[in-house]
């Protein structure tokens, strides 16, 4: 949920923070994940008060929330880091007991515990959830990976041996560097040090990482392609005219999604989808990314991004049906033809 901050990117966090807030007025069905990217913002930014009350806005009303138990733990991790230890400890407590069935919250709260050296708590919560998500689990979701990839850490911090959920996470780590290696609790401790060549080293190896969830990252998602009504598009392109080489027309952008699909549906492609944008949606996405909306490599991210929240509509419609283009015709008289 952190936006990251590299070094070369100077970012105005509060500016961020308060154009997602106004744009999360503007699109009250995506409020939620703006104003969560909002409080990130706030945190980087050291407005930390600020941001429990913009956790707080949402919990006002957490009767519409999709994810409260993640807001709470937001909020747990983000009171900890200004002194609120007691109160940051209460809501961890709360949301243990509630047993999240999504692993977010849990990871949150024990990273939590983790960060302030509480490793016994951190472990105790990282197996509560291993042991509530993934019991009889043959092939653990996706979202679950970093529940048993940071119980295996805190385990090797611990000095504790292996056993059958850290050998679990063993065959789901898919980087060139190895848990062990990744974990080794010196190599952890030496993220500290100040001598540049361990600090290169270090780098190295998280860009590993990195680079192999990125790449998992799309994996359990529909294949999705992008798609920007008339409207959508004509703003976009006044706002980022660097697009335009991206964009020619409308009508060619429509004929390019159409072919692509029938393209990698000749390949053999399954599960392909159309999303949706919207220009204060994909702005949002690229200010979590710390990129500008002209980078046309964030687009097929932003597809996916969507289709992982379930915006994707499968493709090909019926031919009976609309067409996905929205030109109120069937979809065999219109694109399908």
Not at 33 to 38: D, K
Not at 234 to 249: G, N, Q
Not at 261 to 276: A, D, F, K, Y
Request: charged share 25%; net charge negative.
């Amino acid at each position: 949920m952190r936006p990251d901050t590299p070094a070369e990117n100077v970012v105005d966090h509060t500016a961020e923070a308060a154009r997602l807030e106004r744009t999360a007025g503007l699109y009250p069905e995506d409020a939620e994940a703006l104003l969560l990217q909002a409080a990130a913002h706030l945190e980087l930014a050291d407005a930390r008060p600020a941001a429990t009350a913009l956790y707080d806005r949402l919990l006002s009303a957490q009767d519409t929330l999709e994810n409260a138990p993640l807001v709470r733990a937001l909020k747990a991790s983000n009171l900890w880091e200004y002194d609120h230890e007691a109160e940051a400890r209460a809501i961890i407590d709360g949301v243990r007991a509630t047993a999240p069935r999504d692993p977010a919250p849990w990871v949150i709260v024990a990273e939590s515990l983790e960060s302030h050296d509480e490793l016994e708590a951190a472990h105790d919560t990282f197996t509560e959830a291993a042991t509530l998500l993934l019991t009889d689990v043959a092939e653990p979701p996706y979202a679950t990976h970093p529940v048993l990839f940071g119980r295996h850490r805190v385990r090797r911090m611990l000095g504790l041996p292996h056993d059958d959920w850290d050998a679990r996470a063993d065959t789901l780590h898919s980087s060139s560097v190895s848990l062990d290696e990744l974990h080794d609790p010196k190599r952890v401790w030496s993220l500290g040090s100040d001598n540049p060549a361990e600090l290169e080293a270090e780098i190295s190896r998280l860009q590993a990482e990195l680079g192999a969830y990125r790449e998992a990252l799309s994996r359990p998602f529909p294949v999705a392609v992008l798609h920007w009504p008339a409207t959508e598009l004509a703003e976009l392109l006044s706002a980022y005219p660097d697009l335009a080489t991206e964009y020619p027309s409308h009508d060619e952008h429509l004929s390019t999604i159409e072919s692509s699909l029938r393209e990698l549906s000749t390949s053999g492609t399954p599960n392909l989808g159309i999303v949706t944008g919207t220009v204060p949606s994909y702005e949002a996405f690229a200010a979590s990314e710390l990129s500008s909306p002209s980078d046309t490599t964030l687009l097929p991210q932003y597809a996916t991004t969507l289709a992982a929240r379930g915006r994707a509509v499968s493709w090909p419609p019926q031919r009976t049906s609309d067409c996905w283009c929205g030109q109120d015709q069937r979809y065999d008289a219109c694109h399908g033809a």
